[in-house]
């Protein structure tokens, strides 16, 4: 894992533009058990993830599809706990900085009156004080997490988890939506650290045959902002990242379409080979894309590697 | 309607929220179109531009019947020896409170240019109302349903697709009104930019809990007039049962001034008000009673949930109220003390229901019961002058009633197996 450091130092800001093109790669914790998803991360890892983004299930939501809908179902019945995902996070044994995607009531909850502590069970009901963000980003913080993404958290309501994050070093990453456009866009910008994360289309999550045009359009929207970009929501194949890195994105980002490995696997340890050579041929179509660009004099590539 | 009243705005601020209470918690690709809804609401609802209300309100009275009756309950009134007077939102067009609502965001989606309306109902009341109000104003529609809803609520199902609507059930978790939010919110998310969400209750994010709010506050206005007119004051309490909140939010808005008018939200007390965290359920859904603050579904709120934060099932007899989230106006209602939140079980609902049919010949939703089953417990509590709304008709509920009414023993039931066949 990376170390987490007090200053505010963006790990995977330096992980994108090191790496370039960039592979962002998603599961969901606990789908179909904490210990597989172990197994898998550090399967994707080998494949060549960049940067990894690990689902603290959550039982509403809104802004996935039904692949990882079904996955987060799944890894609720498994008994997924946040305290269960840190502990996961912590016992892993990876090269790419990790951070965690989820809906942020599961931020607000978290510690109840206190911090519970990694041996506490969630047993019996803590009196409950006002939900607060900061025990939640302490924990990750602690527990060696890079970033958080919210997908239902709009950079206008993020004010007091943006505060807390940059007390704790870690980045706050938001999603640009194809209806992302002017004033908010600027507002978002301002408050984006890590990697934005393009919104391929309008909808939810999941794979798709093709690449869509709103791709291109976000990301010339959002040229003019030195901060790294990656696309996802319906990323499958190597093709889709070579068009999306060719289009002038850093990085692409990959959830569904390992999900639907897992979910096919007879025996979940079956499906760690399949995510190592799914995660090598995502990051060979990315190289691609990137040399498609320098073979090409008229196109300008994104930011050169540091 | 009322005359102008000063709108009691002390605890509204900017951004839409009340307290600690509401904000806009949803993914990215809808915010856009809430600031688009927000930009209308205020245009067309609040300064009328356009004569938007003119319209709205024409349209109330000629399609939808109202003002709706506010009527003494002659035989309660004796039972309880005080005054008890009921408002009929059972009469409005389509059986329930829930057109006020439905028709003012379809006619404002019009005046908006939106080409497609979509809505989630659980009991069907508003899916039912929706549909009504998009035939009505020539828009097409698409209602998502639980599918334990569409089991339940099957006459509101056939009603819906009488008036041209398409009924998409959802299949997910319990399949009640909550994962027919998530589903709504699904289609929201990619049809945006030519759809809008009419949203069935004073819940989501900003500007929904007000706009609803808005639209729904007629309901108590006209109470205040009718009362008035007819007992020379202002009552000393006023009932009404609260699910998501809009039938609540709507009587009382035009009494939240009124210190001297007590407000009781009637919540669903199912079966047991524990939570069993164990199996991610709570047999009720008195939100405001027994939840803490979260967010779920665009806003901050009270909820149902379990100590790390996962929503948790929710249970009534009354599809219509089984929702594990409340308005954020409500919760903040309750907290300052201006709001009492109570409730009653299943089986006194159930009593409500057949005791109001029999005394007064009027079949009141099993939502409503709700809050007849808390005349009948606290009506001692409650003032010489008591007005409970009568927010929706009960026919949808009548296969529910005979099966659950079977498996109990109840006082007020009438032999229900005589009439098998």
Request: some cysteine; charged content about 25%; aromatic content about 6%.
């Amino acid at each position: 894992m990376s170390d987490t450091s007090t200053e505010y130092d963006s790990d995977i800001e330096a992980a994108i533009r090191a790496n370039h093109p960039a592979l962002i790669t998603y599961i969901t914790a606990g789908d179909p058990s904490l210990e597989d998803t172990e197994a898998y991360v550090e399967a994707l890892d080998r494949g060549g993830s960049d940067l990894i983004e690990l689902g603290l299930p959550f039982s509403e939501p809104i802004a996935e599809g039904q692949t990882i809908q079904a996955a987060i179902n799944r890894a609720l019945a498994a008994g997924t706990t946040p305290e269960g995902f840190f502990e996961l996070v912590e016992d892993l044994e990876i090269e790419a900085p990790l951070l965690v995607m989820t809906y942020y009531n599961m931020i607000l909850q978290y510690g109840g009156s206190e911090a519970p502590r990694a041996s506490e069970e969630a047993s019996g009901q803590r009196p409950r004080a006002k939900p607060d963000v900061r025990p939640f980003v302490e924990r990750a913080a602690e527990a060696g997490l890079s970033g958080i993404i919210v997908p239902d958290l709009p950079a206008e309501e993020a004010d007091p988890l943006r505060d807390a994050c940059d007390d704790n070093g870690l980045d706050l990453i938001f999603i640009i939506a194809p209806t992302t456009e002017g004033e908010r866009l600027d507002a978002i910008m301002s408050r984006v650290s890590g990697f934005a994360y393009v919104q391929a289309r309008l909808g939810t999550t999941g794979a798709r045959a093709n690449v869509s045009g709103a791709t291109h359009d976000s990301l010339a929207r959002l040229s003019k902002y030195d901060v790294p970009k990656a696309v996802g929501f319906g990323v499958s194949e190597g093709d889709h990242a070579a068009e999306i890195i060719e289009a002038g994105a850093d990085g692409v980002i990959v959830g569904s379409a390992l999900i639907d490995i897992i979910a096919s696997s007879d025996d979940p340890s079956d499906a760690v080979d399949a995510l190592e050579a799914k995660a090598a041929e995502l990051k060979r179509g990315a190289r691609r894309g990137a040399e498609t660009l320098t073979d090409d004099p008229e196109d300008t590539p994104e930011p050169e590697q540091p | 309607m009322s005359t102008e009243r000063e709108r009691d705005d002390e605890y509204e601020s900017g951004g839409g929220t009340f307290g600690d209470y509401g904000g806009q918690y949803v993914p990215e690709a809808l915010m856009p179109a809430l600031q688009e809804l927000e930009d209308a609401y205020e245009r067309y609802v609040l300064e009328n531009e356009d004569g938007f209300m003119d319209e709205f309100r024409e349209r109330m009275r000629d399609f939808g019947g109202r003002p709706t009756p506010l009527q003494r309950a002659d035989r309660l009134s004796e039972r309880y020896d005080r005054e008890i007077y009921l408002k009929r939102e059972d009469l409005l067009h389509g059986g329930a409170h829930k057109l006020n609502n439905a028709l003012g965001q379809v006619l404002l989606a019009k005046y908006m240019g939106k080409e497609r309306i979509i809505a989630e109902t659980g009991a069907g009341q508003h899916g039912t109302a929706t549909a009504m109000a998009a035939a009505h104003l020539d828009m097409p529609c698409e209602i998502y349903m639980g599918r334990t809803d569409v089991n339940r609520q099957r006459p509101n199902v056939y009603r819906m697709r009488m008036n041209g609507a398409e009924v998409n059930p959802v299949e997910a978790g319990s399949a009640t009104l909550k994962e027919a939010i998530n589903e709504t919110m699904r289609d929201w998310a990619t049809t945006v930019e030519r759809t809008h969400y009419v949203i069935g209750s004073v819940v989501g994010p900003h500007p929904f809990p007000q706009m609803v709010r808005d639209f729904q506050a007629v309901i108590g206005e006209e109470i205040r007039d009718q009362i008035q007119a007819k007992a020379g004051r202002l009552p000393d309490s006023v009932v009404a049962c609260a699910g998501g909140g809009s039938n609540t939010m709507g009587t009382f808005h035009a009494f939240v001034p009124d210190e001297g008018v007590d407000l009781y939200a009637v919540e669903a007390g199912g079966s047991s008000l524990e939570i069993d965290e164990e199996e991610g359920m709570a047999p009720n859904s008195a939100t405001l009673s027994t939840g803490t603050d979260g967010v779920l579904h665009g806003a901050m709120t009270k909820l149902l949930q379990a100590g790390d934060g996962q929503i948790v099932e929710s249970h009534s007899v009354s599809a219509g109220l089984d929702y594990a989230g409340v308005g954020p106006e409500l919760s903040h209602l309750v907290d300052i003390g201006r709001v009492t939140p109570a409730n009653v079980d299943d089986d006194d609902a159930l009593n409500g229901f057949h005791r109001l049919s029999r005394l007064e010949g009027i079949i009141p939703a099993l939502e409503s019961s709700h809050a007849l089953g808390y005349l009948e417990e606290e009506y001692e509590t409650l003032g010489d002058l008591v007005v409970v709304n009568v927010s929706g008709r009960g026919d949808k509920d009548l296969e529910t009633v005979l099966e659950e009414t079977e498996k109990r023993d109840l006082e007020a039931a009438p032999e229900i197996e005589v009439f098998d066949g």
